[in-house]
């Protein structure tokens, strides 16, 4: 059974505090996704890494992909209450298999 | 581009009923995937389709099936529902040979 842990489940903090989402497993992962959800809506990609040990930054927001391909982390700098909102890493797989694994979701919650 | 497209947003349904839901996926996608997202489970793979041909199923019973047009759009059915198929479906496009899926609003089904 394919499983991706992703830790924290919750998360409550100040605005301009700094967070570190991460996403563990013990399977080999072609790529790595992650999405944000806002209630009541379909997640919403965020970054895609596909190389072992990649780095991407988007504004305020750090993507890592382990070396392995097993895990992958996100971190926050400076956080707002705009980065509110379910925070989801998804692991794919490659040979025309177009299934995500996706791990339980880290709900944030920003506040002013 | 238009964006995946999922409707009817909400519908309604009583336990032993039947029902089907409708994805138009991103303008040149031939690839739909099916997701439930439920908040004991989290989001887990139902199906994904490409050129009509179911090609990926997760662990779900036979009561939950698809199929693809082609014009790639793809209806799910639910047959029997029970009360435990309350939840949140989304249905995510993407290219061929590329897992990165793009995801609608969903269709957000109450059965009661």
């Known amino acids: 059974t394919q499983l991706l842990e992703q830790s924290p489940q919750f998360l409550s903090i100040q605005e301009g505090e700094n967070l570190t989402v991460y996403c563990n497993s013990s399977?080999?992962?072609?790529?790595l996704q992650w999405y944000r959800q806002e209630p009541g809506e379909g997640p919403v990609l965020l970054v895609t890494?596909?190389?072992?040990?990649e780095v991407k930054k988007l504004k305020r927001l750090t993507f890592q992909f382990g070396d392995a391909r097993k895990d992958s982390s996100l971190h926050i700098t400076a956080a707002q209450p705009g980065d509110t909102g379910l925070y989801l890493c998804?692991?794919?797989?490659?040979?025309?298999?177009?299934?995500?694994?996706f791990g339980a979701g880290t709900r944030l919650a920003v506040h002013p | 581009k238009a964006g995946v497209t999922q409707t009817p947003r909400y519908l309604i349904k009583t336990r032993g009923q039947q029902v089907t839901l409708s994805c138009s996926p991103i303008?040149?996608?031939?690839?739909v995937s099916w997701y439930q997202q439920t908040p004991g489970q989290g989001l887990q793979f139902l199906f994904e389709y490409f050129s009509e041909t179911q090609r990926n199923k997760g662990n779900f019973p036979g009561r939950f099936s698809g199929r693809q047009f082609s014009n790639s759009r793809s209806e799910m059915n639910v047959s029997t529902l029970e009360l435990g198929d309350s939840a949140l479906y989304l249905c995510?496009?993407?290219?061929?040979?590329?897992?990165?899926?793009?995801f609608g609003a969903g269709t957000r089904l109450s059965v009661l």
């Open positions: 399977s080999v992962f072609s790529s």
């Open positions: 995510a496009s993407s290219q061929q040979g590329i897992n990165i899926q793009y």
């Open positions: 303008s040149g996608h031939r690839s």
């Open positions: 890494v596909v190389t072992g040990g």
């Open positions: 998804a692991g794919g797989f490659s040979g025309g298999y177009n299934k995500l694994i």
